[in-house]
């Protein structure tokens, strides 16, 4: 039987409103928008209804927003029309509501060179936005992430394992990323949203051991867990089904026409972090799983974009639940549950 209508009504009716209070949080807890201040709110039509959220939140708090509409025809690395690159440089805040990311865009870091204060959420839909990571109280999220930094300073041997498989070591390579959690209020600062994880670039030729992926790859949830060996830093060998398969092609064709020397380093461990937003779920969302509490991630190939040293034509992540985290003698995390506490 149909749902009566005046049920599904009031059903819409509420998401329209959970999605408000979203974006709500976007426009004032997370970019702190300003009444002086001007917005561009750039959406697409798959990601619309998240776009004029954004748009009426921005609107109750300055008169200087406008929205704009990508093309259908957008894809991933391409770049936005000369009118909205323009646009982007011009403003105070940019709200980028599209599937594709415009994160590694010329016209976004333009846009930050310019002092824009920038938040994407590629791939974010209706559903995920009014009731998932995106609903987390993020100054208290940004105050938890920020208490841990005492434990994670001079301590640089990490040790992750899980019930599924996981055992794997690596030295830290530089600082841990605390940066990530929402509030992005400074000039040129920009966000991802969902946002909640800390994470760090593993030195290069320091990771040895076996990762087992048994929540998601690529914003795909996972049926067939994904094994992955790595040795003095570089994945050896994938297996897992028809996943493993596609992952060991795209990196093939990633390494076509690289020299031999750098053709190894499309398998980099280029991340590792864990995710700290108690909102967020495991749905099969690439943004919003490695956000995840109760989730660690990997991610493999390119981390010049993080800050490191490594550039290949690949980037890709997987989420494994219920993972412990041995920083030295602290437990970060013990089966997927937040500890933060020496031993």
Avoid at 195 to 211: D, M, Q, S, W
């Amino acid at each position: 039987m149909s749902e009566p209508e005046d049920t599904t009504a009031a059903r819409e009716e509420e998401q329209e409103k959970a999605m408000l209070t979203a974006a709500r949080s976007v426009v004032m807890t997370c970019m702190q928008l300003r009444s002086v201040e001007a917005v561009l709110v750039i959406t697409d039509p798959e990601s619309s209804e998240v776009g004029r959220a954004l748009y009426e939140a921005a609107a109750e708090v300055t008169e200087r927003v406008l929205l704009m509409m990508m093309p259908p025809g957008h894809r991933e690395g391409t770049e936005p029309p000369n009118p909205v690159a323009d646009l982007m440089r011009r403003q105070d805040v940019v709200l980028m509501a599209t599937k594709y990311s415009l994160t590694h865009t010329r016209a976004r870091a333009t846009a930050s060179r310019e002092n824009v204060r920038i938040a994407s959420l590629p791939g974010i839909d209706s559903e995920t936005f009014a009731s998932g990571g995106m609903t987390a109280d993020y100054n208290a999220l940004q105050k938890e992430i920020s208490s841990l930094n005492p434990l994670l300073r001079r301590r640089r041997e990490v040790h992750v394992t899980s019930e599924a498989g996981t055992d794997l070591k690596f030295t830290t390579g530089g600082r841990w990323i605390l940066e990530d959690n929402g509030i992005c209020n400074r000039p040129g600062a920009i966000t991802n949203l969902p946002a909640g994880k800390i994470f760090v670039l593993p030195k290069e030729g320091t990771a040895h051991g076996r990762i087992v992926i048994d929540g998601s790859w690529e914003g795909q949830k996972l049926e067939t867990p994904l094994s992955i060996l790595v040795a003095e830093g570089i994945v050896t060998d994938i297996s897992g089904g028809e996943v493993a398969e596609a992952i060991n092609r795209k990196m093939d064709v990633a390494r076509t026409g690289l020299r031999p020397s750098k053709s190894a380093l499309v398998g980099n461990l280029a991340e590792f972090g864990f995710g700290m937003n108690p909102r967020a779920k495991l749905i099969g969302n690439s943004l919003e799983d490695i956000v995840f509490r109760g989730g660690a991630y990997f991610g493999f190939g390119n981390n010049k974009a993080l800050g490191g040293t490594v550039g290949v034509p690949l980037h890709v992540r997987g989420v494994c639940r219920k993972a412990s985290v041995a920083l030295e003698d602290v437990d970060l995390l013990v089966e997927g549950k937040v500890i933060g506490r020496v031993r």
